[in-house]
């Protein structure tokens, strides 16, 4: 009858060639007991030296001594701070067209693919009285809860029209919890020189497609025109004077933002 303990030996060329005897698994379990060398068991481990063997159990100091003299690469921070990775996961980015226009349809799907349920979007009509962005729909609400979120991009990947990018920022701190649930004010690109401060009509004879793209290069006469029409005021109209800056952060942002610069200058005491 076959004892059911034993391991069942090589066969073909494999018990040939080592010529092993077949391990034995001790009844009960455990270890399985390994062959001597003399049973033309052969270790992989190269054997050492005399002199290796003599230094052994102080060898663990070359570590220590080697790196004694390499240079030293702790960060400094907040007092020195080290630039990112170009492709550093930090604080995400509303995009904008290049004439203002907000790239954001509303459609939800960075809220969806997101696998900690930190973004929360309510789309809204555009109308052409109050055109947000190129098509029907716009992000009327967008928020990313920086409690929940762990800045793996999916909601990135998922972003028909490129509207959501992440930047290098990753100073996100603040005072209190309410403060890092940033709003679509907190996370709208800046205005750049060129741009008009939505909403106002997409360039004449477009449709969505072309802003896609990339058609659409900058604001048109007609567009500075309707703005000047509905907002005298605006800052970001070509020519103006007045104090009012043509962007500033939400007050989430402004807030993470004072808080980093305030760590940055006690750490530079
Ligand atoms: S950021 Fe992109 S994925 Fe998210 S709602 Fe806007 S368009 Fe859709």
Redesign the pocket.
């Known amino acids: 009858m076959t004892d059911p303990t034993q391991r069942p030996a090589p066969r073909g060329d494999g018990a040939r060639r080592t010529g092993a005897t077949p391990a034995r698994r001790p009844a009960g379990g455990g270890e399985v007991a390994r062959p001597a060398e003399g049973d033309g068991y052969r270790s992989a481990i190269p054997p050492r030296g005399p002199l290796a063997r003599a230094l052994a159990p102080v060898g663990g100091f070359g570590v220590t001594l080697a790196n004694m003299v390499k240079p030293t690469v702790t960060e400094q921070y907040p007092s020195e701070k080290v630039p990112t990775k170009p492709r550093y996961h930090g604080r995400h980015q509303?995009n904008r067209y290049p004439d203002g226009l907000e790239?954001?349809?509303?459609?939800?799907?960075?809220?969806w693919a997101c696998p900690a349920d930190a973004i929360y979007?309510e789309a809204g009509e555009n109308t052409p009285d109050a055109q947000y962005s190129p098509g029907e729909r716009y992000?009327r609400v967008?928020q990313i809860n920086y409690l929940r979120c762990i800045f793996c991009g999916l909601?990135v990947e998922?972003?028909?029209?490129r509207?959501?990018t992440m930047t290098n920022e990753y100073e996100l701190t603040g005072p209190t919890r309410a403060g890092l649930i940033f709003e679509k004010e907190d996370l709208l690109a800046p205005l750049r020189d060129g741009m008009l401060r939505a909403p106002h009509p997409m360039v004449d004879g477009t449709t969505d497609t072309e802003y896609y793209r990339g058609e659409v290069t900058g604001t048109t006469p007609e567009q500075v025109a309707w703005v000047a029409e509905h907002r005298p005021d605006d800052p970001t109209l070509p020519g103006y004077t007045g104090d009012e800056p043509r962007w500033t952060p939400g007050p989430a942002a402004a807030a993470v933002q004072a808080t980093a610069a305030a760590a940055t200058k006690q750490g530079s005491r």
């Open positions: 509303l790239k954001c349809i509303g459609c939800e799907l960075c809220a979007v992000g967008y909601c998922a972003c028909p029209t509207a959501l």
